[in-house]
């Protein structure tokens, strides 16, 4: 599995980017953010991260998930963000 690509694809969603095309676009605009925010070595083009992140099952994620939450939860972190 290639970490650049899982990174990729976290700050495609962190920047919110309308489309994989747009975040493609944006690998060559603004480089230096991916890689010093996401610490990526290399910014995948969308076609590389498509075949790597298509690969991976999304159950794999749901006890790091787990993980990363359960903490947040029992720290009252998320309170503030409920109605």
């Not at 944006?26 to 996401?38: D, G, L, M, S, V």
């Amino acid at each position: 599995m290639n970490a650049d690509a899982l990174m990729a694809g976290l700050a495609m969603f962190s920047v919110k980017d309308p489309s994989l095309l747009a975040f493609d676009e944006r690998r060559f605009a603004e480089p230096h953010n991916c890689k010093t925010i996401y610490g990526m070595g290399t910014i995948p083009c969308n076609t590389s991260m498509r075949k790597i992140l298509d690969l991976i099952e999304m159950d794999t994620f749901g006890p790091l998930f787990k993980d990363a939450f359960r903490p947040l939860q029992q720290g009252k972190v998320l309170e503030k963000w409920s109605s």
